[in-house]
């Protein structure tokens, strides 16, 4: 965490105001692979996989600033962390409008998705089972996280322990959240890519800053989640 601070407050002094990329979902295929861009000022996430038929292939995620035409990422997790180590992502970045180049492994030309917001919209950790008795929650202090990160329609699950840098899994798609339905319809899945194209509905209540998520898991079982706005 000291780390963290220190890394950003370094960048900080030097942040050009001018070189700022949109917030919002970006995307591009490439033969038969989609590219994924989620982000906002406060988080980043790249997500890769094949569309058909479908194969999970990598993600990763983290802490975003700008410098001039650099985007740091001071990475949370990365699903190929075992294979490659990063946990810091420099890339070079253009905009244009509503077009984004990343220069990362190769250089990528992403299109802006349309905005669709909707109350569910932004990043939440989960943090206990419900009901809510006054149980101890996950947190931001907890190593062992589980982020869901909403915007623009889309939606990202993701698994991960910030202190060993482990990856559990992850799985994403688009989703609504209307008159209390929240509905996913999963279009990646990291540990079963034969989940892809199932479509899952639940119920939703907000209560201050929780997310209370209710209905019936994969196997058809009653779940009670609690998740946290993310701060």
């Not at 601070?5 to 002094?13: N, P, T, W």
């Not at 989609?34 to 990598?58: A, C, G, T, W």
């Amino acid at each position: 965490m000291l780390f963290r601070i220190v890394f950003f407050v370094a960048l900080s002094i030097c942040i050009n105001a001018n070189a700022q990329i949109k917030p919002g979902t970006y995307a591009t295929d490439i033969e038969n692979v989609r590219h994924e861009v989620k982000i906002n000022d406060d988080y980043f996430i790249y997500s890769e996989y094949e569309i058909d038929p479908p194969k999970f292939i990598r993600t990763l995620g983290g802490f975003p600033e700008t410098y001039k035409d650099k985007l740091f990422v001071l990475l949370e997790f990365n699903s190929n962390y075992t294979n490659d180590s990063i946990l810091k992502l420099p890339l070079t970045f253009e905009t244009n409008r509503d077009s984004l180049m990343l220069h990362w492994f190769d250089k990528l030309y992403f299109e802006r998705l349309p905005d669709k917001n909707q109350e569910l919209d932004g990043a939440w950790l989960f943090a206990t089972r419900g009901p809510d008795t006054g149980q101890e929650r996950r947190g931001e202090e907890n190593n062992r996280k589980t982020l869901k990160f909403l915007m623009d329609g889309h939606f990202q699950r993701v698994a991960y322990n910030t202190d060993t840098s482990k990856f559990f899994g992850t799985g994403g798609g688009t989703y609504t959240s209307e008159n209390g339905v929240y509905t996913e319809n999963i279009t990646f899945f990291s540990r079963d890519n034969t989940r892809v194209g199932a479509s899952l509905e639940f119920n939703y209540e907000l209560k201050g800053d929780d997310w209370h998520h209710t209905g019936k898991n994969s196997k058809g079982e009653p779940m009670y989640e609690i998740w946290g706005r993310r701060q």
